[in-house]
Structure formats: structure tokens, C-alpha cells
């Protein structure tokens, strides 16, 4: 699987923001899909989970209320709306696929990687 994101930018504090994942080379909809950020300097950490029907999802804490992670696999995409940005969310915005049978939040159980995108908000 192929992953490609896009949607990031430069946004002020309390501005929103969707990020788009687009998937390409296998049946998307067979995938767990996740969400992950990478602040500068800090290690890369868990954002949000959906599964391969998107019934079920899971964000950290953080962003509860604020993110929004959907998919439509008709499209082979996944979707992270993100409301009132806060600084703190400044980071590198990775997408990711995991062939595990539930949502998780586990960096190491997802197999294939996009090359992420930045999203920057200013106070």
C-alpha cells in the first residue's frame, strides 16, 4: 500500500484544518488506518485510529473533540478534520495501514507509512 497525504499548512490558533490520505496498490478498505504527528525534537506519537468500516475510533487524549478521523474506501482515503488548533499541535502529520483485525495505537503494528505533512499553527 501507497500512502500519500495532503491538506497541511500554516493556520492560527482556533483555525481548522483537514488532512486527506489517499491510498494506492491494494483494497484500502482491508486496513486499519491511523493517524500519527512528530513535533520537532519529540518522538513520533499516536493521533487517531479508525477501522476498516469506520464504526469504531480512537484519538488521544489531546484532541479529543477537536480531531475527527473518517475514511470513504470507495475513494481509498482517510480524512483527519482537525478544529480549534492549538499551537502544541504544530507537527509532521503521518498516515499509516495496519493489517491488525482492531483500531490501534501502537507504532509498531502498522505496516506501510505516507512521508507525512506539515501542519504549523501559530498563536
Known amino acids: 500500500v501507497q500512502l500519500v497525504e495532503s491538506g497541511g499548512g500554516l493556520v492560527q490558533a482556533g483555525g481548522s484544518l483537514t488532512l486527506s490520505c489517499t491510498a494506492s496498490?491494494?483494497?484500502?478498505?482491508?486496513?486499519?488506518a491511523g493517524w500519527f504527528r512528530q513535533a520537532p525534537g519529540k518522538e513520533r506519537e499516536f493521533v487517531a485510529s479508525?477501522?476498516?468500516?469506520?464504526?469504531?475510533?480512537a484519538y488521544t487524549e489531546p484532541v479529543k473533540g477537536r480531531f475527527a478521523v473518517s475514511r470513504d474506501n470507495a475513494k481509498n482515503t482517510i480524512y483527519l478534520q482537525m478544529n480549534n488548533l492549538k499551537p502544541e499541535d504544530t507537527a509532521d502529520y503521518y498516515c499509516a495501514a495496519s493489517s491488525v483485525l482492531y483500531i490501534t495505537t501502537k507504532h509498531s503494528a502498522y505496516d506501510f507509512w505516507g512521508r507525512g505533512t506539515r501542519v504549523t499553527v501559530s498563536s
Open positions: 496498490g491494494r483494497t484500502f478498505s482491508r486496513y486499519v
Open positions: 479508525i477501522n476498516y468500516s469506520g464504526g469504531d475510533t
